[in-house]
Structure formats: structure tokens, C-alpha cells
Nanobody
Framework: HVQLVESGGGSVQAGGSLRLSCAAS????????LGWFRQAPGKEREGVAA???????SYADSVKGRFNISKDNAKNTVYLQMDSLKPEDTAVYYC???????????????????RGQGTQVTVS
């Protein structure tokens, strides 16, 4: 069983930055695909970014060039650095993990073996 705990959300003005963290416990973290998806009120889940077991990253077109996903296997933590934030980035952001070694953010948004409780990001 894997537990995921997000932190780092908050409110920021457009153009600002936030760094989300997701601490995981309970499994061989480095062999899993990890990532983030988000959900805004009244909208469907949207995959944001993923990092696979080889460290290869992928991003939604809407965040490419602005967001960066990384992981620290020693700390069992995955990060999402969000720069140049826009009001349309406002959503609850969820950390997710899957036993598949390779996946995308959109896959994690549809299904994932584990997900966190979410952290609110508000851009005004």
C-alpha cells in the first residue's frame, strides 16, 4: 500500500510560482510511474505531468514550458514546479502513483493505483 501526501498549494497572483511536493511511503517508489493531475470546479480531471521509472517526463500541452516535474527517490518525493501561473491553472492538484513503470499524466488522471487527497492552487 502506498500513501501520498501533497503539500505546497496556495494562492498566488498570475505570473507567480508555486512548488508542490508529494511525499510517498509504503512501496518501492522508484519503480513506479508518478505524476500529477488536476481538477477544476465543474471540469473533468486533466493530466498535468508524469515522470516514469526511467526519469522520463511528459507534460500536458497546456503546461509545457511552465511546469517541471521531478523526483527524489532517496526522499520518496515527487515535485511539481509551477512557474508563470495563469488563472486557468486554478484547480485541486492531485499526486498519483501507478505500478506501471511508464505512464502519462492523462493516464494517471483516468486511473491510478494510488492518489493523494489533493491540494488547492488558486491563481488570480
Amino acid at each position: 500500500h502506498v500513501q501520498l501526501v501533497e503539500s505546497g498549494g496556495g494562492s498566488v497572483q498570475a505570473g507567480g510560482s508555486l512548488r508542490l511536493s508529494c511525499a510517498a511511503s509504503g512501496y518501492i517508489y522508484s519503480s513506479m510511474c508518478l505524476g500529477w493531475f488536476r481538477q477544476a470546479p465543474g471540469k473533468e480531471r486533466e493530466g498535468v505531468a508524469a515522470i516514469d521509472s526511467d526519469g522520463i517526463t511528459s507534460y500536458a500541452d497546456s503546461v509545457k514550458g511552465r511546469f517541471n516535474i521531478s523526483k527524489d527517490n532517496a526522499k520518496n518525493t515527487v515535485y511539481l514546479q509551477m512557474d508563470s501561473l495563469k488563472p486557468e491553472d486554478t484547480a485541486v492538484y492531485y499526486c498519483a502513483a501507478d505500478f506501471r513503470p511508464y505512464c502519462s499524466g492523462s493516464y494517471l488522471a483516468r486511473r491510478s493505483d494510488f492518489r493523494g487527497q489533493g491540494t488547492q492552487v488558486t491563481v488570480s
